[in-house]
C-alpha cells in the first residue's frame, strides 16, 4: 500500500519561530511536493523536488525553504513563522518522468495554525 | 502561465439527480486527474486520464478528457449522500511536473 507520512496531523506555533514540517514516502518516488491549501485557492505549490539535494520553487515559495538530504524524506520549512502562514500543508509525491502516469499520492496533511 | 478553472465551485444537488462538473485549462496537456477530499482529509485520487478521449467510470462518478477543447468533465449519476465531497481537477503540463489545481467544487447532496 503506497504511503505519504506527515509527521503532525496538527501543530500551532508562535509568530517568528522556525517550523519544520516533514513528509516521508516509502514508494521509492523520486519527485516530492509541498502544497499549501487556503479555502477559495485550492492548492497551491511550495516548492518541489526532483531528486536528491534538488529544489525548484513552485508558485508562492515566498518565507518557506525546503530540503531533500534522502530520496524518501521532503522537509518544509518556515524560516519565521507569520499569522498569514496559518494553512493546510499537504506534501505529495509521483513517482519519475517518462512512465504512463505521473498520479500524485498525498500525504494526511498538517493544519498549521500560527499564532 | 497554466489556468485550471472549474465550475461551480458549489453545487447543492439532490438525491438521485445527475449533474456535470467542468474542468477548463489553458494551455496543452496529455494528463489530467481528478481528486476527491473529505472534510479535513487528505487528498484520495479518482481518476487518471491519459489521452484524448479518455473515459473512465467507477460507481456513479465518470470522467471524460477532450484534449483539443482542453476540457475535463465529471459526471454524477444518480447522486447519493455519499459523494458529498470537495472534487478538484489537476492538470499536468510535462510528465513528471507537479499538478496545477484548479480551485475545487465542493458537492453537497441533500435528500
Known amino acids: 500500500d503506497v504511503k505519504v507520512t506527515q509527521s503532525s496531523r496538527y501543530l500551532v506555533k508562535r509568530t517568528g519561530e522556525k517550523v519544520f514540517l516533514e513528509c516521508v514516502q516509502d514508494m521509492d518516488h523520486e519527485n516530492m511536493f509541498w502544497y499549501r491549501q487556503d479555502p477559495g485557492l485550492g492548492l497551491r505549490l511550495i516548492y518541489f523536488s526532483y531528486d536528491v539535494k534538488m529544489k525548484e520553487k513552485g508558485d508562492i515559495p515566498e518565507g518557506y525553504s525546503v530540503s531533500r538530504e534522502k530520496k524518501e524524506r521532503f522537509s518544509l520549512i518556515l524560516e519565521s513563522a507569520s499569522t498569514n502562514q496559518t494553512s493546510m500543508y499537504l506534501c505529495?509525491?509521483?513517482?519519475?518522468?517518462?512512465?504512463?502516469?505521473?498520479?500524485?499520492?498525498f500525504g494526511q496533511g498538517t493544519r498549521l495554525t500560527v499564532v | 502561465e497554466l489556468k485550471v478553472e472549474q465550475n461551480p465551485l458549489f453545487l447543492s444537488m439532490q438525491e438521485g439527480k445527475n449533474y456535470t462538473i467542468y474542468c477548463n485549462y489553458s494551455t496543452t496537456s496529455d494528463r489530467l486527474y481528478w481528486y476527491r477530499q473529505d472534510p479535513g482529509k487528505s487528498l484520495e485520487s479518482l481518476f487518471v486520464?491519459?489521452?484524448?478521449?479518455a473515459v473512465k467510470q467507477e460507481g456513479r462518478l465518470m470522467a471524460s478528457l477532450d484534449t483539443k477543447a482542453r476540457l475535463s468533465t465529471l459526471h454524477i449519476t444518480a447522486a447519493v449522500h455519499d459523494l458529498s465531497a470537495t472534487y478538484f481537477c489537476?492538470?499536468?503540463?510535462?510528465?513528471?511536473?507537479?499538478?496545477?489545481f484548479g480551485k475545487g467544487t465542493s458537492l453537497l447532496v441533500t435528500p
Open positions: 489537476a492538470v499536468e503540463v510535462h510528465s513528471g511536473y507537479a499538478l496545477n
Open positions: 505529495a509525491s509521483t513517482p519519475g518522468t517518462g512512465g504512463p502516469s505521473t498520479e500524485a499520492f
Open positions: 486520464l491519459l489521452s484524448n478521449g
